[in-house]
């Protein structure tokens, strides 16, 4: 079983939808929670962080369920300039703070 | 400030060329780190330095070597390259502490192809 899961997409939505992505952890040990954004052959850039209590940055919201082991990211008003791939990664004090990497949401936003 | 810088940007290899990749970052991080990304799959872990004069493997070493030639620089060699090293590798940095929720920065990112 990976340690961190998400859908791969795609998912393909017009401009102004809501979407929203969910991610799975499988090591309780995980101590800290983060959405990563990823252009198309470009490096990972940090979204948000996501905290117990729930965050929000903008249009971002991002909600985390430690008890189930699961991580939520929630895009209202898309924009063309969302489109990208979406990393859910959890943060293991192994490996000196190992960030664990899910294989990324792709998304598309459409006019 | 750079940042997080790579070289080369892209390279090609034939089976059993060595080569090193570089970086180097220029924001005072203890913490380095070495990812290769795959199609279909998360960034893994190739190897590590917590601070300055460690290094220890991660995820998946083998056929890799590190050196951590400073604060700044992190050196990844391929001592005898295989077509299943063709990768992209992204350096990382980060600054290391008890506050997990510390960001970890990027390089551009080698696109590396093993014939």
């Known amino acids: 079983r990976k340690e961190v899961e998400q859908d791969p997409g795609p998912f393909n939505v017009p401009e102004g939808a809501t979407v929203a992505f969910n991610c799975t952890y499988s090591?309780?040990?995980?101590?800290?929670f983060f959405w990563y954004r990823q252009d198309c052959r470009k490096e990972p850039k940090l979204l948000m962080s996501?905290?117990?209590s729930g965050n929000e940055d903008g249009r971002f919201t991002a909600q985390l369920n430690r008890a189930s082991q699961y991580i939520s990211l929630l895009i209202r008003d898309s924009k063309l300039s969302d489109s990208a791939t979406y990393l859910c990664v959890v943060n293991l004090m192994e490996y000196g703070n190992k960030l664990v990497f899910g294989a990324g949401t792709i998304l598309r936003v459409k006019s | 400030n750079a940042g997080v810088t790579q070289t080369p940007k892209f390279q090609v290899l034939k089976t059993g060329q060595s080569m090193t990749l570089q970086c180097a970052q220029d924001?005072?991080?203890?913490?380095m780190y070495w990812y290769r990304q795959d199609p279909g799959m998360g960034l893994r872990l190739i190897y590590y330095s917590a601070s300055e004069g460690t290094t220890d493997k991660g995820e998946v070493p083998n056929g890799y070597n590190v050196s951590r030639l400073n604060k700044r620089e992190f050196s990844l060699r391929l001592e005898s390259a295989a077509p299943s090293q063709t990768s992209v590798y992204f350096c990382?940095?980060?600054?290391?502490?008890?506050?997990?929720?510390?960001?970890?920065?990027f390089g551009p990112g080698t696109r590396l192809t093993v014939l």
């Open positions: 990382a940095s980060r600054e290391a502490g008890l506050a997990s929720y510390n960001e970890q920065f």
């Open positions: 090591n309780s040990a995980s101590q800290s």
């Open positions: 996501v905290y117990s």
């Open positions: 924001m005072n991080h203890n913490s």
